[in-house]
Every structure is written in C-alpha cells, then in structure tokens.
C-alpha cells in the first residue's frame, strides 16, 4: 500500500502527463499542416520524444527549411537533455537496460519532478511515474491530434497554455529553496541578455549554466549513492 507522499507524487506526475498530452495534440496538428502523414507524426514523437525539438523540426520545415537545417536546430535544443542525463545519472542506478529506458524517459517533466523530491525512493518514483505518463500520454496526443488534422483550433482549446502551466508547476517547489531561486534569477538574467544576440535555442542552453554557477556541488562526503 502507498504512503501518502508516493500517491501525492503519483497523482501530480499522471496529472503533469495529462497535460503535456493534451499540449501533444497541437504537435500532431501541426506536423500534419506541415506535410507529415499521421504515421511520421506518431513515429517522431514514439522516437524523438522531447517536445521543442519536435516543434523546431516541424516549424522549419513548414517555413520552407531543409531537412538539414531542421535537424540542427532540432539537435540544439535537445542538448539539454545530456544535462539532464548527468543530473539524473546518481538517482538511477541499475543495469543497461534500465538506463537506456530511463535515458529514453529523460526529459524536463521527469527531471524536474525527480530533482524536486527530497528521499531517493520518492526520486525514483518521481522520474518513472513521470516519464512513463508523459510518454504515454504524448504519443496518445500526437495520434490524436493528427488524425484530426486541421480540424482543431489550439486557441480555442486553450492547448498553447498547457506547456507553460505545467512548467510553472514542475518549478515552483525549486524556488522554496535558496539554491532554487538564485539559479533561476541567474538563468533569467543570462537568457534576457543573450538574447538578442544569440540564435533560436541557443539562450535556453546558456541560461541552463546557471546550475552549475549558482548551485554549489557536493562535498565529497555527501555524495551518497541513493539507497
């Protein structure tokens, strides 16, 4: 039976995919505006699995870009997801085959959830329930909405609002810590300035040193592997 905390952790991580799944039927729309069939749509997101770089990829092509030119920007911006990995890489010990399915599940939801839990057990639960909601829920959304094709509207729905709500959710419990808000102060200042000067993609890899600026390391004596 759960203790209460597992099935806090469990109901926000299924209600965080639901989310992102419901955000996954604009992806679908839009690869399919873009030229994509209903099965290339579905086979990005079972594939690739990391939803900016879904959205650069489909929004290059529909601009009239390269194949070329859509998988660098695509590629850029899931750079961060190897920062991800090293974050995640002491919280998830286990065979190959274990890590290759959770580098699979790597993203920012499982990441965020996982690294917002203070007892390893509940960083655990955290990173698969999360992972494995989103994925599913994802690739349901992605079906969904290419099939439909044209047919949905996002304003209407509201479904351009789902990400962002669910970002603020994720982070809001880094910033009650003093680690938490002076990364995300430092990230907001470096992202603001790079701006301007920087390509699409590029500022968000910038902002993301912050963690390693703002948040000191462990000292060697803390650096327990998770039980």
Do not use: K
């Not at 990005?44 to 859509?70: K, R, Y």
């Not at 990364?183 to 301007?196: R, S, V």
Request: with cysteine; charged share 10%.
């Amino acid at each position: 039976m759960l203790d209460p905390r597992s099935r806090a952790v469990l109901t926000t991580s299924i209600t965080l995919g639901f989310a992102v799944g419901v955000f996954a039927v604009l992806f679908g729309v839009s690869a399919v505006a873009a030229g994509a069939t209903t099965w290339q749509a579905c086979a990005m997101s079972l594939l690739v699995f990391t939803g900016a770089s879904q959205f650069s990829a489909v929004a290059v092509i529909a601009g009239g870009g390269s194949v070329a030119s859509a998988l660098g920007g695509a590629l850029l911006l899931a750079a961060r997801n190897g920062v991800f990995g090293l974050t995640m890489s002491r919280s998830l010990p286990g065979r190959l085959t274990t890590r290759l399915i959770a580098a699979q599940l790597t993203i920012d939801e499982s990441t965020a959830m996982a690294t917002s839990q203070d007892e390893p057990y509940l960083r655990r639960l955290a990173f698969w329930a999360t992972g494995i909601s989103v994925y599913v829920f994802w690739n349901l959304g992605t079906l969904i909405g290419a099939l439909a094709g044209s047919a949905i509207d996002p304003t209407t729905y509201g479904l351009d609002a789902a990400i962002p709500s669910a970002f603020v959710a994720m982070l809001w419990p880094h910033l009650r810590t003093v680690n938490g808000r002076r990364a995300a102060a430092l990230g907001a200042a470096l992202c603001l300035a790079t701006t301007p000067f920087l390509p699409v993609g590029l500022p968000i890899l910038v902002a993301a040193t912050a963690v390693f600026v703002a948040v000191p390391a462990p000292a060697a004596d803390q650096m327990v592997a998770p039980g």
